[in-house]
């Protein structure tokens, strides 16, 4: 018989596949893109993927067995496993690393260490120090012990020298446990036995229990609940009948012994599919229909179409009516959103119109959720449209004939971190060429590549300038604080311009919408008399006061600290809270506006599964009055009643350190300024800041994107930066923040030798610390006309020369390609 091997990825970052033998019993069984078993390392087991079957042993190494073939099937298509590859080459990562991301974590198995009795120990303790006695102890009265119960029986975490040691002394062995974590959903159902089906007999049963009257009655619920005598008879869970029968189990097992009802037990999908409603399907008017036809005549020419339309202009109906002409053809259509969870009006209006053939995914599901997605995807008579966040790109989805991408511009789609970091913007335009498909971009402020792109004629440009029905665009108003400030006519943090239109929306029953960009009370506490500022004990960065938990929160890696009451530099008791986040905001305006209903919309408040889309209900509903928010009141929200939007700190975006900040600012305010003003109603967005003569503010008050673009453009070209160059960034970490600075020096004389790129920095990052590593950045411009993927062998080829000479040894270094 011929001896298979497979290459197999294995979801780690390795550099390369590793080639396992396939045992013969196997032969047969195993499939390309299918999961085994292996074994990697000491005694560890994964669940790897196939990538290929072939007949050649590896060279270098002697070949393991593969351990077990999980899946008789593929889970992942062939298509699929390409764009990984893909991904794994631009993105310098590895593919495992793209697996390990892609994967459900339910599909997935785990391995976990057990400690076992050793078949061979005499029972002689007295080998046995104190600790040792107790670990054994334990497993002379048990069948095992996980590491974790190892733990906590002798109150240490240091525990794998005592367990050595034990092994060594021949009284434990350590194994292997694998297990699948993915565990189907059983529910048991009852039905008439085989011979009560036939009416005759059925009857007989019936006389049989005249003297069981709650039996009988059980059995006569089962009747009406099944429809049993109707041409489409239902199934009968066995909750809903004692529900139904206000019965026992009692009563069932007596029907069951008397061969009169009999459970049987099917796998059920945890999701329920959602009901399409026959709705009244808004006709395009003329600018969403001359918008439709420039898109289709645009793909006839070009793979990717740009929709550049403003705020409320209509563009989700022109999405919905080309997805329907796409599942007319038979295609499947991906779309994908900046984050899931914040466009929960837009799901909930693309469920209504489409039905069951919709799937949706995102981080809220659990993991078995999430494994009957992507099963349900993997089977092609299963969703026809797939509506997600950034990693649904990754799922298995096939005969794709269009990805739509809305609010391109949107920061949530670059993945950070871990590996892989990709933009699933870019991303998707590769995936759409694997699959044949057409893209669709859509915002009202592109990105300044996807101008660039549809403005020089590689994508498609279609414009959207009118808004929807009689919806007008709102009145910018810019309120000076500095001069609010001088003449002490702030309350709180609200200049008169916002204080008063609050107070007139209000008396109107109208609703406002509040923007500040920072969660949190207060940005800091500060010493009046040394200016000592309490900060993070594990990162370079001052501690936010969150008052309704009355403590000091690190927002980067969850430290927490009480509230000190006297300066641990000085000793002084004046401290004092600088700066103001959503919390202080919202306890100032129940002050200022104590008969009103106030929300705070952040991500201290929406941490519960269904917290983000109650606040959003009863927002919609009018039991809040003001909606007080970070980013997240600036997405996907469209609510009638919404007059007043208020900006409590332009500045805070405008002045942060880096290239896309204007950008950046224009996009967010202009999103923000979306939410005023509905149907027949004119909005105001009141915008507060210190500098009102500001460029991007000016711009922004005449809603003129065109202006900011060319003006941001200008400065890039000069400057070398996107769009018109490609970065990558370097980080260094270490423990050490002498060594970080020196390794990252070294890596930088060592890139300049070998690449033809601008290399800048070394530098420390505004927050050069984190959960105790020290950060060091590295930034790599690549010229557009410069052979990009050569460039990135040489980097990649160095950072490895530089670990295999040990000069970098104990760093940590990450790359990042288009870190923006």
């Keep these: 018989m011929t001896t298979l091997f497979a290459d197999i990825i294995i979801p780690l970052p390795l550099p390369q596949l590793f080639t396992y033998r396939i045992p013969t019993i196997y032969n047969e069984v195993a499939q390309e893109r299918a999961r085994v078993v292996v074994q990697f390392g000491k005694n560890k087991l994964y669940s790897g993927l196939i990538a290929k079957i072939h007949s050649t042993a590896p060279e270098h190494y002697q070949a393991k067995y593969i351990e077990e ?18 991904i794994a080459e631009y993105y310098m990562c590895t593919i495992g690393e793209v697996y390990n991301a892609a994967l459900p974590s339910g599909l997935k198995l785990s391995s976990e260490t057990i400690i076992l009795p050793h078949p061979d120990f005499d029972g002689d303790f007295r080998v046995l120090n104190d600790k040792e006695f107790l670990v054994a102890e334990a497993l002379s009265s048990s069948e095992n012990l996980t590491l974790k119960e190892i733990s906590d029986i002798l109150s240490i975490k240091t525990i794998m020298p005592i367990i050595n040691s034990l092994i060594k002394k021949k009284v434990a062995i350590a194994e292997e446990d694998l297990k699948l974590k993915f565990k189907p959903k059983i529910e048991e159902y ?42 489409q008879p239902r199934e009968v869970k066995k909750v809903v009948l004692y529900k139904q029968a206000d019965s026992s189990l009692a009563q069932l097992k007596g029907l ?56 409320s202009s209509g563009k989700t109906e022109i999405y919905l009516n080309l997805i329907n002409k796409e599942l007319a053809k038979g295609k499947t259509v991906l779309y994908l959103v900046p984050e899931i969870a914040l466009t929960t009006q837009l799901v909930n209006r693309i469920k209504k119109r489409l039905g069951k053939v919709l799937g949706v995914y995102h981080s809220k599901f659990n993991e ?12 092609q008579s299963g969703y026809k449209v797939l509506i997600g966040a950034r990693s649904t790109l990754l799922l298995p989805i096939t005969n794709v004939g269009l990805v739509i991408v ?21 991303a998707a335009i ?11 971009l859509g915002s009202a402020t592109p990105s300044m590549e996807s101008y660039l792109n549809a403005t020089n004629g590689k994508y498609a440009y279609v414009q959207l300038n009118k808004r929807y029905g009689e919806m007008q665009l709102p009145e910018m108003v ?21 204080f008063h239109a609050i107070g007139g929306a209000l008396e109107r029953k109208e609703q406002i919408i509040l923007f500040k960009n920072r969660r949190g009370f207060s940005p800091f506490l500060k010493c009046n008399q040394c200016g000592w500022i309490p900060e993070c004990k594990s990162c370079d960065i001052s501690l936010t006061y969150h008052k309704y938990k009355n403590q000091l929160n690190c927002h980067y890696c969850g430290f927490a600290s009480h509230v000190p009451q006297t300066c641990s530099a000085c000793g002084s008791r004046e401290l004092q809270m600088l700066g103001y986040g959503t919390e202080k905001i919202e306890e100032d305006l129940e002050i200022l506006f104590p008969n009103n209903s106030i929300q705070r919309l952040d991500l201290d408040t929406t941490r519960s599964k269904n917290a983000y889309q109650k606040i959003l209900m009863d927002f919609e509903n009018g039991e809040i009055d003001i909606l007080v928010g970070t980013q997240m009141v600036t997405k996907g929200l469209d609510f009638d009643n919404v007059s007043l939007v208020g900006v409590l700190n332009a500045d805070d975006m405008l002045h942060y350190p880096d290239f896309r900040a204007f950008e950046r600012a224009f996009q967010t305010l202009e999103q923000v300024s979306g939410r005023a003003g509905r149907k027949h109603k004119k909005g105001t967005v009141i915008i507060q800041t210190y500098d009102p003569n500001h460029t991007v503010i000016q711009q922004l008050i005449q809603h003129n994107y065109k202006g900011m673009i060319k003006e941001q453009l200008t400065h890039r070209l000069q400057f070398h930066y996107p769009p018109f160059t490609r970065l990558l960034r370097i980080t260094v970490k270490n423990k050490v923040d002498s060594v970080c600075a020196d390794h990252a020096k070294i890596i930088v004389h060592e890139l300049k030798k070998n690449l033809k790129s601008e290399i800048l920095g070394p530098e420390k990052p505004s927050i050069s610390r984190i959960r105790n590593w020290y950060i060091q950045h590295i930034l790599i411009k690549f010229n557009k006309n410069m052979n990009q993927p050569l460039e990135k062998v040489a980097l990649k080829n160095c950072i490895e020369n530089l670990y295999s000479e040990k000069l970098i040894s104990n760093s940590r270094v990450n790359l990042d390609v288009d870190p923006y």
């Excluded at 007999?201 to 009257?213: C, G, I, W």
């Excluded at 590769?430 to 669709?440: E, I, S, T, Y």
């Design 406 to 426: 809305d609010e391109e511009h949107e920061t949530s789609y670059k993945q950070h971190e871990p590996s892989p970091r990709y933009n699933a913007r870019d």
């Design 478 to 498: 810019v309120a000076n604080i500095a001069e609010a400030q001088k003449k002490k006519t702030l309350k709180s943090h609200l200049t008169p311009e916002l």
């Design 256 to 311: 069951i012994q008397k061969e009169i009802l009999e459970i049987y037990e099917k796998e059920e999908g945890r999701l329920s599919p959602f009901l399409k409603e026959e709705l009244i399907t808004p006709p395009l008017n003329e600018f969403q229909l001359k918008a439709t036809s420039e898109i289709e005549e645009g793909f006839k020419q070009k793979d990717v179409a740009l929709l550049h339309g403003i705020t």
């Design 69 to 86: 073939v999980i899946d008789s099937e593929p889970i992942v298509t062939e298509e699929q496993l390409n764009f990984w590859a893909w």
């Design 368 to 379: 078995n959720e999430r494994v009957e997605i992507w099963n349900n995807t993997l089977n």
């Design 430 to 440: 590769v995936f759409a060429k694997h699959q044949g498909a057409k893209v669709l």
């Design 190 to 231: 009852v039905r008439l036995t085989k011979q009560c089906r036939s009416e005759d007999v059925l009857r007989l049963k019936f006389d049989d229990l005249t003297n069981a009257p709650k039996q009988l009655e059980l059995l006569l619920h089962y009747i009406k609940l099944s429809k049993w005598h109707s041409e």
